[in-house]
C-alpha cells in the first residue's frame, strides 16, 4: 500500500487509514473487529484513528491489536466528556479523558492527540491546547492536530500550535480544497481526510435514509455525479487532494479489502479531478460548508 511522508512528522503512513466510529457506534462484534483490524494491518495499513466518543471504538481497538501496537500509528481524540465527570473541554476532564483512552486502547503513548472538533472561542483560550501540549510532553502523545472543518479549521491551522489537521474531504464536501488544505500544505502539516467516501450518500433513497450523511445525500441530489462506481470514483477523488491518509471505517471484514483495492489504483487523474471540481463549482451554494 503506498505510503506518504505525514508533513512535518517523522511518519510515513498508509494513504489508506482505519476510522474507529464505524465499529463503535456500529456495535460491531469484537470478533470481527479482531479479523478486520489485523486483515488490514497484514495488508500494509498503518494507521488507525478513532475518539473519545466512538462508543466502545477505542476499547474494541485496544483488545484486538493492542499486542500489535509496534505495527500501527495510532491516533485518537479528545474534548467530549463521554461519561466522565465534568463538561467539554474543561482541562482536568481532558486530562482524565486522555489517561481513559491509553488505559482502553491498551498502551501507554499515543502518536496523535487531537481536540475534537471545539470552536474557535475554545481554540483561543487556550486551556484545551495547554492540556494536550503537557500531554506531548509527558511522552503521552507524540504529536498534536485538530479535528474539524471551515473556518474555524482555518484558524486552527494559523494559529501554528498544530501538527496535523483531520477535516472532510470528499466529493460532496469540498470546501477545504480551497480554503485550508493549500495552507495546511505551506506550513507542512499532516492532513488526514476524514469521510473521505461522503458517507456512501448515495446508496440511500433520500436523505432520511441516509442518516449521517443526509446533507451528502441532498448534496448529491443536486451535483448528479454519475460514475460506473461511485465508490471507486468517491475515494479516488479524496486521494488526489493534498491529504496523506484517509480514514475509512469498515464493520464487516469484506469492506476493507475491497477498499485497498480502490486506494491501490491511486488517486482520480487530472481531468476526472477538474470535473468533478467545475461541477461543484458551479452548482454548489455559499452554506455548503465542510461538515463536522
Known amino acids: 500500500m503506498e505510503r506518504r511522508q505525514f508533513g512535518k512528522t517523522d511518519m510515513q503512513v498508509s494513504v489508506l487509514g482505519f476510522g474507529g466510529s464505524e465499529i463503535g457506534f456500529g456495535?460491531?462484534?469484537?470478533?470481527?473487529?479482531?479479523?478486520?483490524l489485523n486483515a488490514a494491518l497484514d495488508q500494509g495499513m498503518n494507521v488507525?484513528?478513532?475518539?473519545?466518543?466512538?462508543?466502545?471504538?477505542?476499547?474494541?481497538?485496544?483488545?484486538?491489536?493492542?499486542?500489535?501496537?509496534?505495527?500501527?500509528?495510532?491516533?485518537?481524540?479528545?474534548?467530549?466528556?463521554?461519561?466522565l465527570p465534568g463538561k467539554d473541554w474543561e482541562p482536568d476532564m481532558l486530562e482524565r479523558s486522555i489517561d481513559r483512552s491509553l488505559l482502553r486502547l491498551k498502551t501507554d503513548h499515543v502518536d496523535l492527540i487531537q481536540l475534537h472538533t471545539c470552536d474557535i472561542e475554545t481554540l483561543d483560550r487556550g486551556e484545551a491546547i495547554e492540556v494536550i501540549?503537557?500531554?506531548?510532553?509527558?511522552?503521552?502523545?507524540?504529536?498534536i492536530g485538530y479535528?474539524?472543518?471551515?473556518?474555524?479549521?482555518?484558524h486552527a491551522i494559523m494559529m501554528d500550535v498544530f501538527d496535523v489537521i483531520q477535516t472532510s474531504v470528499n466529493i460532496a464536501d469540498q470546501e477545504?480544497?480551497?480554503?485550508?488544505?493549500?495552507?495546511?500544505?505551506?506550513?507542512?502539516?499532516?492532513v488526514i481526510a476524514k469521510r473521505p467516501i461522503a458517507n456512501v450518500a448515495w446508496k440511500h433513497e433520500s436523505d432520511s435514509e441516509a442518516g449521517y450523511g443526509a446533507e451528502y445525500w441532498r448534496r448529491l441530489h443536486e451535483l448528479k455525479y454519475v460514475y460506473p462506481d461511485m465508490l471507486d470514483t468517491a475515494l479516488r477523488f479524496t486521494l488526489a487532494q493534498d491529504i496523506h491518509v484517509?480514514?475509512?471505517?469498515?464493520?464487516?471484514?469484506?469492506?476493507?479489502?475491497?477498499?485497498?483495492?480502490?486506494?491501490?489504483?491511486?488517486g482520480l487523474d487530472d481531468m476526472a479531478v477538474s470535473w468533478i471540481r467545475d461541477r461543484w463549482k458551479e452548482v454548489a451554494k455559499p452554506e455548503w460548508v465542510g461538515q463536522t
Open 246 to 266: 484517509a480514514i475509512v471505517g469498515a464493520s464487516k471484514p469484506e469492506r476493507w479489502p475491497a477498499n485497498a483495492r480502490i486506494a491501490a489504483k491511486g
Open 147 to 154: 479535528s474539524g472543518d471551515g473556518q474555524t479549521m482555518r
Open 27 to 36: 456495535g460491531t462484534p469484537l470478533a470481527e473487529v479482531e479479523t478486520i
Open 176 to 190: 477545504c480544497i480551497d480554503l485550508t488544505l493549500p495552507l495546511a500544505k505551506a506550513k507542512g502539516m499532516g
Open 133 to 143: 501540549q503537557r500531554a506531548k510532553s509527558a511522552g503521552k502523545a507524540r504529536y
Open 48 to 83: 488507525i484513528d478513532t475518539g473519545e466518543c466512538y462508543a466502545d471504538s477505542e476499547e474494541k481497538i485496544g483488545k484486538t491489536v493492542g499486542h500489535r501496537r509496534d505495527d500501527y500509528w495510532l491516533f485518537t481524540k479528545c474534548g467530549h466528556t463521554s461519561g
